[in-house]
């Protein structure tokens, strides 16, 4: 067994699109809340630096988003309160709340997703689907650090000979201009050698294998299943629930059968939870014993 | 059994009217360790990538070239030839070292399972496990070009090309990939043919050499026979070892030394030793201080360690003053600080006696203070050597280069001797009165080197002040008044040219090791010269 | 995509159909439901568009030298910036569009897109960049011919696109909030407006400073390396 972020990068992106697709697609606050919960856990579980920021940030993007909605859309019958001469009303400023959580929590999830998706994964996934856009993207993460250092060298190297003289403005994008464009030479150049080099190792001769770091276990296999199962039962479970914002708020009552589509969406959205508190127990037990 | 032949081979670049290469023929044997010579420009890195199908250059071919007796056109040479060439950073490809090592497999289609087979074996007898799931943009340059031979090794390959693969190296990075490629060579049975501009490491292991000249093979041989041959071509001799040099300036006979032990011995059966010492005046320097540094500590974020950890150094105007000392010593760092570039936390530098701060506006730039950095690349803006000299021509006039030929060139068309040059002459045209230089001699031939060594004499007696950080100590003892030792940020030895190397047991050119014990204080083959002409040849000995 | 015999019109038409379908799904979606199933009805043809040109891409033989210099414009789109912010992806994306290639171009509008998005923030937003600015590179190299005649025509062409670009960023972003009301979407161009001008403007001076270098460096790599 091993923790969420191990599981087979493809998988993982499978259930990142699920869980994410059923947060904007179903318009549903039952699921958005849902969701959320799951998001906010796991991004508390996986802990890390700069997470008080992200989750102040949430908080301001809640609320000018939720506000954004009264204020644009005057739609629905309860009428709050006028500004301006424009009605602000019940059902505006709820949706206004819904939609805002669901930006919140897709945004949860998509940083929970770059997180845990470092290069070598992402490669690994894109590759699948596109050997070549892999390939151009990995080059390009190799160049970008090494163009970084090299423009730093320019730049030196031009200080020293006496660019940014004046030191005014002008000057400094004069300078930068003048940075930029003798890294671009370089850069373009010396690309023409990454080119013979990839030549003379074979690139573009025939079939291309694929090498990766990463396999499919049978925990993986088990998470696409689960994921997409999940998903299925929960979406047609709940298709007969009906929320209704405009003109006037409608929520139809939960049945049994609605009630297990809600939890099925649940057991998919604490997945990640689930699992890591499992491995987390399971480590300490192994490590009491060590 | 021959491996590889050429036959009759001629190769014209399109729009050109002379051949670069004009009826070559050669074979080499399996397992073969063939040393590739000749001037810059003389085709050799031509004919390498004519054996290497997939990088051909564009034009006119004949004569025929045949791969373990298959003609080369036939033949998918990706697995069966690896190539190496000169630069660490640009050869790689991917950003993950494991992902480095399976591109050329994943490029000849292998299964999974072979691949993964394939890269531990390399990754262990390179010794990389350590470093198999680093990032390639965080190794060091010896590391990167240790990498590319791997990458290259992995698709093992029968034949292995390597154009002047050391070439960006430092000394010890560099003998330690030749000793790699020497393993390979001896335990797999790996034919090898390499170009290099350092010769005194890859000489003693070659089996044979070949001279290029003048469009064709100029020598061909093993390293005793050629290197006894080639004393009438000063361009070639240049590259050669130490040892091979002074047998040749002393018109030597017999068998010709390869080594530092064989120059040991050569020296010492044929010449006596009278004078031990060659007599030399006492130096002396200027009383202006050009360059000072007291008590500097630089570092280059807060958690880390000082790189220049209380450096204390002077430097007297009108003096060459030298900078050795291995990785990670802090001599680029002091290059950096010394022209501004880099801030110390503490302590002062001064330059002709004024404080760094006190140049306003990057007036240090102009008319005071110039630095040649280690990649002249970096200042290259336009698209003809024209345009880059158009403040400079009077500088680059005074060049032992023909400029003019050069004029209408792109700056990346030219020989690394010869960038080197123009950018220097770029620098100059700032008149400065100190210049420094970080690593001169990088990259570039044995005559471009000789060149410089002529130009910093002149640049010396027209005053201006040199301070150059090398990891050259041949380059430093032809060109030094002074040198400084660094070690862990800050100065342990420092002295006169000739004290210093006969100080040193290690870091110290190789003919002061083959003197050492017999003349003192001889460190270039011009010293040792001198005193084997003071002394005469031993009696009945065969020089 | 076989059926149609001539190249430039099977390009045009590649071209056309994201645009067109993406408009046309949104206001389909948005008569059929009121609510924001039109934005995810956008998402999916964005994506869908997205994967066909990959795919294509990777049936095509493309050389070794060109993929190299896509990957390193698509380096250069990440780490140029020399006026502070914004990053010269429009103007490096049609400069590569017009001197290699309008595939070349695609692919390094959208790589770059994908890889910018890593440091500012991957989120729903990014395939439509990627597709905006994949498109921006192959409309580039398709009139290529034209704009590589007159400096000022590239000039022109590259600033008309970014503002368009961020035009159709802008409705998105409006969609996104919760519907698309012609009040929020001028409210948000307003608010966009300094944004969008110094991003014009900056595109502009990109253009204007690194058209004429880049074309030069990049035909004499052409004319050098046979590509």
Not at chain 2, 281 to 293: G, I, P, Q, R, V
Not at chain 2, 496 to 508: I, K, M
Not at chain 3, 43 to 55: G, N, P, R, Y
Request: contains cysteine.
């Amino acid at each position: 067994m091993r923790s969420f972020a191990e599981y087979n990068p493809i998988a993982v992106t499978l259930y990142f699109i699920l869980v994410t697709g059923v947060t904007m697609f179903v318009s549903d606050p039952i699921f958005t809340a849902v969701s959320f919960l799951g998001a906010v856990l796991f991004t508390l579980m996986r802990g890390g630096e700069g997470q008080l920021k992200r989750h102040i940030f949430s908080l301001i993007l809640f609320f000018i988003t939720a506000l954004v909605n009264p204020l644009v859309s005057h739609n629905g019958v309860t009428v709050l309160f006028f500004i301006n001469d424009n009605p602000i009303t019940l059902e505006a400023v709820i949706y206004g709340c819904f939609n805002a959580l669901m930006i919140v929590t897709v945004l949860y999830w998509f940083s929970a997703f770059s997180g845990i998706m470092d290069s070598d994964k992402l490669l690994y996934v894109f590759g699948a689907f596109s050997p070549k856009v892999a390939l151009v993207l990995s080059m390009a993460l190799r160049y970008i650090p090494l163009f970084s250092e090299r423009q730093k060298r320019v730049r030196s190297a031009q200080t020293a000979v006496g660019l940014y003289k004046d030191g005014n403005v002008p000057d400094r994008v004069r300078g930068g201009v003048r940075v930029f464009s003798i890294m671009t030479t370089w850069a373009l150049e010396k690309g023409i050698v990454t080119a013979d080099s990839m030549s003379a190792r074979g690139y573009g001769q025939g079939r291309r294998s694929r090498f990766t770091p990463f396999r499919f276990y049978f925990c993986d296999f088990l998470l696409i299943i689960i994921s997409v199962i999940a998903t299925a039962v929960s979406v047609w479970l709940t298709a007969d629930h009906k929320f209704v914002f405009y003109p006037a708020l409608q929520f139809p009552s939960v049945t049994v059968t609605n009630l297990l589509g809600y939890a099925a969406y649940g057991t998919l959205v604490l997945f990640p939870v689930i699992n890591d508190l499992k491995e987390e127990i399971r480590w300490r037990y192994l490590r009491s014993k060590i | 059994m021959e491996i590889l032949k050429v036959e009759d081979l001629s190769f014209c670049y399109p729009g050109e009217k002379e051949p670069v290469l004009k009826d070559i023929s050669f074979s080499v044997a399996e397992g073969e360790f063939l040393c590739l010579s000749g001037a810059t420009g003389c085709g050799k890195s031509t004919l390498l990538r004519l054996l290497k199908k997939e990088l051909s250059p564009k034009g006119d071919r004949s004569g025929r070239i045949l791969i373990s007796g298959e003609n080369i056109d036939d033949l998918d040479s990706a697995e069966k030839i690896g190539f190496v060439m000169q630069s660490p950073d640009e050869q790689i490809v991917t950003d993950t070292v494991w992902h480095e090592l399976a591109f050329g497999l994943e490029n000849i289609g292998m299964k999974r399972e072979k691949i993964a087979l394939r890269i531990a074996e390399i990754a262990s007898y390179f010794g990389m496990s350590a470093w198999y799931d680093k990032k390639t943009s965080e190794l060091s340059g010896g590391q990167k070009q240790m990498l590319n031979l791997a990458a290259v090794m992995a698709m093992s390959p029968d034949i292995l090309i390597l154009d002047e693969p050391t070439s960006q190296l430092d000394p010890i990075a560099a003998s330690e990939f030749i000793s790699t490629v020497k393993k390979l060579n001896r335990e797999l049975s790996l034919t090898v043919i390499i170009t290099e501009h350092r010769l005194e490491e890859v000489i003693p292991v070659s089996d044979r050499i070949m001279i290029m000249k003048d469009r064709g093979i100029a020598h061909l041989g093993s390293p005793r026979d050629i290197v006894s041959r080639v004393g009438d071509s000063p361009e070639i001799l240049a590259s050669m070892p130490s040892a091979a040099q002074l047998y040749h300036a002393v018109d030597g006979e017999g068998q010709c030394p390869l080594d530092v032990r064989e120059g040991k011995r050569f020296i010492e059966t044929g010449f006596r030793a009278d004078h031990t010492a060659l007599t030399s005046e006492k130096y002396t320097h200027s009383e202006e201080k050009a360059l000072e540094f007291k008590q500097v500590f630089f570092r280059y974020a807060k958690e880390t360690q000082d790189v220049l950890d209380s450096l204390s150094l002077t430097v007297y105007s009108g003096e060459a003053y030298f900078i050795l000392g291995g990785n990670g010593s802090g001599k680029t760092t002091a290059l950096g600080a010394a022209s501004g570039l880099l801030k110390p936390y503490s302590g002062s530098i001064r330059v002709f006696e004024k404080k760094l701060k006190e140049y306003k506006n990057n007036s240090l730039y102009s008319g005071c203070l110039a630095l040649l950095p280690q990649e002249v690349e970096t200042l290259f803006l336009s698209n003809t050597v024209r345009e880059e000299l158009i403040d400079a021509y009077e500088e680059a006039k005074m060049l032992p280069i023909d400029v003019d030929t050069l004029l209408d060139k792109h700056p990346y068309d030219l020989s690394g001797g010869e960038k080197q040059l123009i950018a220097l002459a770029k620098v100059l045209s700032q008149k400065p009165r100190i210049l420094l230089l970080d690593e001169p001699t990088k990259g570039i031939d044995a005559v471009s080197k000789q060149r410089l060594a002529e130009v910093l004499r002149l640049l010396k007696k027209n005053g201006i002040t040199v301070v150059a950080v090398t990891h050259d100590v041949d380059f430093a003892a032809m060109c030094a008044d002074r040198c400084a030792m660094f070690f862990r940020g800050r100065v342990v030895a420092e002295n006169t040219v000739r004290e210093f190397f006969s100080d040193n047991s290690f870091y110290t050119t190789p003919i002061n090791r083959m003197t050492r014990g017999y003349y003192s204080g001889a460190v270039t083959v011009s010293d040792c010269v001198e005193l084997c002409r003071l002394n005469g040849v031993r009696d009945g000995a065969a020089v | 995509m076989t059926v149609i015999k001539s190249k430039p019109l099977r390009e045009i038409f590649k071209i056309l159909i994201p645009f067109i379908l993406i408009p046309f799904s949104v206001v389909i979606g948005a008569i059929i439901s009121p609510e924001r199933s039109y934005l995810y009805v956008s998402l999916a043809v964005t994506l869908l568009s997205l994967l066909l040109f990959i795919s294509g891409f990777d049936r095509k033989q493309t050389g070794t030298r060109r993929m190299v210099i896509s990957a390193v414009m698509t380096a250069l789109c990440v780490i140029g910036r020399f006026i502070p912010v914004f990053k010269p992806i429009t103007a490096i994306t049609v400069i590569t569009g017009v001197y290699i290639g309008g595939e070349s171009g695609f692919l390094v509008g959208a790589v770059s897109a994908f890889i910018s998005n890593f440091f500012s923030g991957q989120g729903p937003w990014t395939p439509f960049q990627m597709l905006g600015w994949g498109i921006i590179g192959l409309l580039s190299g398709m009139l290529s011919r034209p704009l590589k005649k007159n400096r000022w025509l590239i000039v022109t062409f590259g600033t008309v696109m970014g503002m368009l670009y961020s035009f159709i960023m802008d409705v998105w972003t409006v969609l996104w909030g919760g519907g698309f009301s012609a009040e929020l979407y001028l409210a948000a161009i307003v608010t966009a407006i300094p944004h969008t001008v110094i991003y014009s403007v900056s595109n502009m001076i990109f253009l204007i400073i690194l058209a004429k270098p880049f074309g030069e460096k990049l035909e004499r790599i052409k004319l050098k390396y046979g590509i």
